[in-house]
Nanobody, 117 residues
Framework: VQLQASGGGLVQAGGSLRLSCKAS????????IDWVRHAPGQEREVVSR????????YYADSVKGRFTISRGDAENTVYLEMNRLRPDDTADYYC???????????WGQGTLVTVSS
């Protein structure tokens, strides 16, 4: 089982990025996947979640209306489209698989998003 996150980079405030989380060794549609970010000196934050087999996605208030999560079943990949980025979106972004038992059992490596003002 592996999750591979990619797509981070440096962008100016107001810009956009799309993060990808490619899964291998399991079918994404069978699990809930979270995007979690961690900025230095701050608490880890779940910014978005896509539930297994459909259901309404979750967005943290801090990103609601700007970020969109989606899943490409053919690619076995979860995407996070991030628009109108702000400097306070700067963080390492991770995708994580919800084990179904109130903990994450697999994590992708972080992908760094840096938003300049």
């Amino acid at each position: 089982v592996q999750l591979q996150a990619s797509g981070g980079g440096l962008v100016q405030a107001g810009g956009s990025l799309r993060l990808s989380c490619k899964a291998s060794g399991f079918t994404l549609d069978d699990y809930t996947i979270d995007w979690v970010r961690h900025a230095p000196g701050q608490e880890r934050e779940v910014v978005s979640r896509i539930s297994k087999r459909g259901g309404r996605p979750y967005y943290a208030d801090s990103v609601k209306g700007r970020f969109t999560i989606s899943r490409g079943d053919a690619e076995n990949t979860v995407y996070l489209e991030m628009n109108r980025l702000r400097p306070d979106d700067t963080a390492d972004y991770y995708c994580a698989r919800d084990s179904g038992r109130y903990y994450w059992d697999y994590w992708g490596q972080g992908t760094l998003v840096t938003v300049s003002s």
